[in-house]
């Protein structure tokens, strides 16, 4: 089971390839994902694109020892990436995994039972604007508990921080249950003891189906993993988990430890014939 479980980050500020290596990972992609990743004007996030996609053929190739021009891989209506298979004789029915990228850094965690959401955030300093008039943009989208705790925060770099760090764990709670949009996030109140220890209220009820781990990495970027029980997947999305029964009265798997990520080059997500000896 723990061969399904995940955590990897590329930093692609690190990764400055030439037009030709550009062009050759892109060929051993898809020819379908192509579109999504050609469509930026900025080669800054034609990288995020590509390095997004190539995390998600790596790990299902590291995971399942599937060749990657036989990986399926679509997204449902909201967005939320999923491995197509026929579904017999598939080792992790409820294997789910999910994408995000800001800044510096492009994350992917996977989980062979847990429903699974990700999220990335940069601390961006606005710049017409104070740090207060800027996060007033979104008060709409948090509780009053939250926004006290944010606007209390200190500094006006404490403050920003601290909204971030909400702004990530809503949108990773939001990313695993595929309701995008349409879920609205002041229906959810997260509380925390200097962000361990993370829980979430959903309509003012205490949710035990749900943990969180956000992580810092340099240069101020934070990065959360939101992991639910597969009865909570509020859309029923048979396509991102198969079997919400499949655990029954056994423990929750997504109270199971998180574990940290892994710091990866774009060489290491390359199958191992597509690598420099």
């Given at each position: 089971?723990?061969?399904?479980?995940?955590?990897?980050?590329?930093?692609?500020?690190?990764?400055?390839?030439t037009q030709y290596e550009f062009s050759f990972i892109l060929s051993i992609l898809p020819l379908h994902e192509h579109s999504s990743i050609t469509r930026y004007v900025k080669f800054e996030d034609r990288k995020r694109a590509i390095v997004s996609r190539l995390l998600q053929y790596a790990?299902?190739?590291e995971?399942?020892?599937?060749?990657f021009d036989e990986i399926r891989i679509k997204r449902t209506i909201e967005g939320k990436p999923y491995l197509e298979t026929d579904g017999e004789n598939m080792e992790f029915p409820n294997f789910n995994f999910n994408v995000s990228h800001h800044g510096d850094y492009v994350a992917i965690a996977s989980e062979p039972q847990s429903n699974v959401g990700i999220d990335m955030v940069s601390l961006v300093i606005p710049k017409r604007e104070t740090a207060l008039k800027f996060i007033?943009?979104?008060?709409?989208?948090?509780?009053?508990?939250?926004?006290?705790?944010?606007?209390?925060?200190?500094?006006?770099s404490e403050i920003l921080e601290e909204f971030y760090r909400y702004w990530c764990v809503k949108e990773a709670f939001v990313k695993a249950t595929g309701d995008g949009l349409g879920f609205k996030l002041d229906r959810l109140?997260?509380?925390?003891t200097n962000w361990t220890n993370i829980f979430v209220k959903?309509?003012?009820?205490?949710?035990?189906?749900?943990?969180?781990?956000i992580s810092e990495l340099?240069?101020?970027?934070?990065?959360?993993?939101?992991?639910?029980?597969?009865?909570s997947d509020i859309k029923n999305n048979t396509k991102t988990l198969q079997l919400t029964e499949l655990l029954g009265?056994?423990?929750?798997?997504?109270?199971?430890?998180?574990?940290?990520?892994?710091?990866?080059?774009?060489?290491?997500?390359?199958?191992v014939s597509f690598r420099v000896s």
């Open positions: 089971m723990e061969r399904g479980i995940k955590r990897w980050v590329v930093n692609i500020s690190q990764w400055n390839p790990l299902v190739h995971v399942f020892k599937v060749p007033k943009n979104f008060s709409s989208y948090l509780t009053t508990f939250e926004w006290d705790n944010i606007v209390n925060a200190g500094t006006c109140e997260f509380h925390h959903i309509d003012g009820e205490i949710s035990r189906e749900w943990t969180f781990l340099p240069k101020s970027h934070w990065v959360c993993v939101a992991k639910g029980h597969p009865k009265e056994q423990e929750n798997p997504s109270s199971m430890p998180h574990p940290s990520f892994v710091l990866l080059s774009v060489e290491e997500l390359l199958p």
